[in-house]
């Protein structure tokens, strides 16, 4: 894998090891230590993912993080100190794909960059269309539709509800869910389905269209999708 990664950590240090360890994984890589030199970085260059530090000197690193999810779809790994499930929940919920606490191994930082960008990399042009009912999916173009309206996605949401339609009327647990499209060294934990789930279901518009089987997890009813009431 190659590419431009933007690093915004605000210890040097950090910033240096990160920048080094991906640079011998082959990504070019531009570091800066403010939120607003990171957010300028990203806005004028484009990179393939972005690593971002929370505990940054001028900008709250939750809002650079929503600010960052505006500019695109590019992936985020958040990197921070910050070990609480309500921080990974609401990094989560702001749109990073990812999340790194410190402190942390560096071989470990690639591979989860690795794997997000994996998962954001086109799907291959043989693979098919999957439609449930009215939901259909074109794995090619990576686009969902609704009875023929389009439903705007990111890679994660698309890819959660990918597992689930491949596997209509059939329960797929969290733990399996959590496994298939984050991977098994993913550290948030089910709660992190949970708040996919719950996204996902506010943009389809449609909230009973995924089921909540209590204890265990979720399913998509095989046949036609459930209009609103």
Same mark, same amino acid.
């Given at each position: ?113 690795r794997a997000i960008l994996r998962r ?14 009215? %939901? @259909?999916?074109? /794995? ?10 389009? =439903?705007?996605? *990111?890679? &994660? +949401? ?41 996204? %996902? @279901?506010?943009? /389809? ?10 204890? =265990?997890?979720? *399913?998509? &009813? +095989? ?7």
């Amino acid at each position: 894998m190659s590419g431009l990664a933007v690093v915004i950590e605000d210890d040097e240090a950090i910033g240096a090891l990160v920048g080094a360890y991906l640079e011998q994984a082959g990504f070019n890589v531009v570091r800066e230590c403010t939120g607003k030199a990171g957010l300028d970085a990203v806005e004028r260059r484009q990179p393939r993912f972005v690593v971002l530090d929370l505990g940054l000197p001028d900008l709250d690193g939750f809002e650079l993080c929503r600010q960052l999810r505006g500019t695109g779809d590019i992936p985020i790994l958040i990197l921070t100190a910050r070990d609480e499930e309500a921080d990974r929940i609401i990094g989560l919920e702001l749109g990073a794909d990812d999340y790194l606490t410190k402190p942390f191994s560096p071989r470990e930082l690639v591979a989860r960059v690795r794997a997000i960008l994996r998962r954001a990399e086109p799907v291959p042009p043989e693979s098919q269309v999957i439609e449930v009912g009215e %939901l @259909r999916l074109d /794995l090619r173009s990576r686009s969902v539709t609704i009875a023929g309206s389009k =439903v705007a996605l *990111r890679t &994660l +949401e698309f890819e959660l509800l990918v597992e689930l339609a491949r596997h209509a009327g059939h329960v797929a647990t969290r733990d399996r869910l959590l496994d298939r499209v984050w991977g098994m060294s993913f550290a948030g934990g089910t709660r992190t389905v949970d708040v996919h789930v719950a996204q %996902l @279901r506010k943009k /389809l518009g449609r909230p009973e269209m995924i089921q909540t089987v209590r204890g =265990v997890g979720y *399913r998509i &009813l +095989e046949g036609q999708v459930p209009q609103d009431a």
